[in-house]
């Protein structure tokens, strides 16, 4: 769902992706009997996990030289103890968070495999929904897992001595090595969305309630056919929330006033406009469907912010105004500008950005040739919600590769201190459970040697 808030990563584990498809598609895998290789509490483990596993780093590309089906089957275990003990902690995740995920990969699965009839192919599975309830069990085992990991090393935190005893305990000779850094400022102009343009999308709105209300049409129907939410146009706009679940703010707000029964009045969040039709209440638990529209900026309007940010780029190149000035100024990335557009990974804050790991590769060609102070030619930026604006970029300073330093590098050396700490705790964590936890291991696989006790010797 576009207004769900993401930052968190999904969890290592998951056996099923996209990519595994071009490769399925050359070759059609071979069928064989599939059986039960473990048991960790209330899960079990089937070879065919440890299979499409292996298909999907092998399609990835990944090294498998000395890479193991044994390796592989210990973090099968690994997750799930996750997800067993996730659910005996009363740990939550919601159908909705589930859906929207599940919902985005099939997306993806779907690009690469050429249709969703190649990738039931693949699963052998009979229609779309046998493969939608297959899918979810997976990916709510791995959110599962993701959120015990999280749950346990919550409360880990270090300390600037824990760090320098860290630093100081790897070898120079073993010290890592840092590729060339770049740190990155921008600045962002938006399109304005006219009121007349706001105006039409809640009217649309209004006449869908209104239709649904006097003629019994469908909400169901409308959200498939209408809704700018993409995730949640498969089930009718449906979401089952809780109080806890990460959407907008201004969105549960509404969803909790309303009536069981109640369609809302339109409504706008960072995302567009909103109806909510209340479904059920079940305690905290609401049962809903929505429709978001999003109000489209016209072509002048797109053409008037790229006006704008040409006259911003010539006046910071005539040095009439810094680029720090003019993000504080006019730019409409609320995230960078009060900081003078200076751009921070969002894992770790760090203002420096390892040119070869960059993710957004429009960002990385805007930079990879720039000079320090140089500023980009304009350039589109798709938004969140799939809007265009225009952004220019400057490179504040460059630092070439080098050897972790403890000064210059400390964010990093403190990140690599506390990942440490906090795998350190999950591993004493995983020890403590298995001793708790029924764990069967069957076939040829209780002769792998494993870095933990799952055979409980």
């Known amino acids: 769902m576009k207004f769900i808030n993401k930052k968190l990563s999904f969890a290592l584990g998951l056996f099923l992706g996209c990519v595994a498809f071009t490769q399925a598609q050359q070759t059609p895998p071979k069928k064989k009997i599939d059986g039960v290789i473990g048991v960790v509490g209330n899960y079990v483990i089937l070879e065919s996990e440890i299979d499409k596993t292996l298909e999907e780093l092998k399609a990835q590309g990944a090294p498998m030289e000395g890479f193991s089906r044994c390796q592989l089957f210990g973090k099968l275990l690994e997750d799930k103890l996750f997800a067993h003990h996730a659910i005996q902690d009363s740990l939550e995740v919601a ?37 939608r309830e297959y899918f979810f069990d997976i990916v709510k085992s791995n959110k599962l897992t993701q ?22 305990a790897i070898p ?36 869908m309630k209104r239709d649904i209300i006097e003629n019994g049409a469908s909400f169901f129907s409308k959200a498939v ?69 999003i109000p489209k900026a016209t072509e002048e309007a797109i053409e008037q912010a790229h006006v704008k940010i040409e006259g911003i780029r010539e006046k910071i190149v005539k040095g009439e105004i ?13 995230e960078t500008r009060n900081n003078g557009g200076v751009l921070r990974d969002p894992m770790s804050q760090d203002p420096l950005f390892e040119l070869n790991k960059m993710e957004d590769r429009e960002l990385y060609a805007l930079v990879a040739n720039l000079k320090v102070g140089e500023v980009s030619k304009s350039a589109y930026k798709t938004d ?61 696989y209780r002769k792998c040697t494993f870095k933990n006790n799952w055979i409980k010797k």
């Open 225 to 293: 056919l209408f809704s700018d939410d993409k995730a949640s146009v498969p089930n009718g706009g449906f979401y089952s929330i809780s109080k806890k679940d990460p959407f907008a703010k201004e969105f549960k707000d509404m969803a909790y006033t309303m009536a069981e029964g109640e369609i809302s009045e339109p409504f706008e969040t960072d995302f567009g406009y909103h109806i909510i039709y209340l479904e059920k209440i079940r305690g905290q638990q609401l049962d809903l469907r929505h429709i978001l529209l």
């Open 172 to 207: 120079k000779s073993e010290l890592p090595t840092i590729g060339d850094e770049v740190e990155i400022a921008e600045i962002v102009v938006k399109p304005v969305i006219s009121k007349e343009q706001k105006q039409k999308v809640i009217d649309q709105l209004k006449d």
């Open 322 to 334: 810094s680029f720090s000035d003019a993000a504080a100024a006019s730019s409409d990335d609320k």
């Open 95 to 131: 159908d909705s968070e589930v859906n929207s995920f599940m919902d985005q990969q099939i997306e993806s699965m779907v690009e690469y495999a050429g249709s969703m009839k190649n990738v039931l192919t693949f699963y052998n599975k009979k229609n779309v929904e046998e493969f």
């Open 384 to 444: 969140r919600k799939g809007d265009r604006a225009y952004r220019i970029v400057t490179v504040n300073s460059r630092k070439p590769e080098h050897q972790v330093d403890f000064a210059e590098d400390y964010t990093k050396v403190k990140n690599m201190a506390l990942n440490d700490k906090q795998g350190k705790e999950i591993a004493k964590w995983i020890g403590t459970k298995i001793d708790e936890t029924y764990v069967n291991i069957q076939g040829e």
């Open 147 to 168: 959120k015990m990991q999280q749950h346990i090393v919550e409360k880990v935190e270090i300390t600037p001595e824990e760090v320098r005893q860290f630093f100081n």
